[in-house]
């Protein structure tokens, strides 16, 4: 079964076209990273598959669902009450970790459950107690976002997310503002994650964390997917512009 579908996805800014006839499925359990040079278009595509960024052309679809359908003239909308159970199908994990500063990590992570999917107070709690724990962060739930390192900041953002039970999770480079170090943290965590299947769109620089953690890879270079197929593109890509990126990259 498909989570996400997005057929011809244009996207411009003025005249600059930035996204080019995108297709993409991602099927429930899935793994799939997104490669590419800065300024490829990567965070765009994530920006319109989470509505954050409105497309000029193409369709977008979750579940049975239309978020975006493709009138051959534009993309067509769906109504406000159809985007908001659109929403409930995805969480997304930015790369700034985007907490609410004068909020505790445990607010942080309550706050949505109970405002958007009136969930009661003692169940929303007990959900985020439970991902504080698998996220290792049990005993600072009463901190701030700036009383923790960047590990833990992206690890109560992780928890947020799916504190909504989201059917796919987006990353938006979720390492790019952290040190080696930390960024060990934040792919143990989605590694574990992988391991439960939990369905999951990646975008990231980490070349050998996308080859072993995915199940499909697709490299994005000017607005167009050049390559896709199996982890093994990573190190066996058949494309010229994969080559290049790969040989500079490694």
Do not use: W
């Not at 979750?62 to 978020?67: E, F, S």
């Not at 049990?138 to 059917?167: C, F, H, N, T």
């Not at 170090?181 to 980490?206: N, Y």
């Amino acid at each position: 079964m498909n989570i996400l579908e997005i057929e011809h996805l244009r996207k411009q800014f003025g005249d600059r076209e930035v996204l080019s006839d995108i297709s993409l499925s991602v099927r429930e359990g899935q793994v799939v990273s997104i490669i590419g040079p800065s300024g490829s278009g990567k965070s765009t595509l994530l920006r319109c598959a989470t509505l954050l960024e409105t497309m000029d052309g193409g369709s977008l679809k979750y579940l049975d669902r239309y978020a975006v359908r493709d009138t051959g003239s534009g993309a067509e909308y769906a109504s406000q009450a159809e985007l908001k159970a659109v929403r409930s199908c995805f969480g997304l994990v930015f790369q700034n970790f985007n907490l609410f500063p004068h909020y505790t990590v445990l607010k942080n992570i309550v706050e949505a459950p109970i405002l958007i999917q009136k969930r009661s107070k003692e169940e929303a709690l007990q959900t985020a107690r439970e991902l504080l724990a698998k996220m290792g962060l049990s005993d600072r739930e009463d901190a701030y976002p700036y009383q923790l390192s960047g590990g833990q900041q992206q690890r109560v953002s992780i928890a947020r997310a799916l504190a909504m039970s989201p059917k796919i999770l987006f990353f938006d480079e979720p390492t790019s503002a952290l040190d080696p170090e930390l960024t060990g943290e934040i792919l143990k965590v989605i590694r574990a994650l992988a391991a439960e299947h939990m369905t999951m769109v990646i975008v990231t620089h980490e070349m050998a964390f996308a080859r072993d953690v995915s199940d499909h890879v697709i490299f994005m270079d000017g607005g167009h997917i050049v390559e896709e197929g199996e982890p093994d593109i990573i190190t066996n890509p058949r494309h010229e512009r994969t080559i290049q990126f790969l040989n500079r990259f490694n």
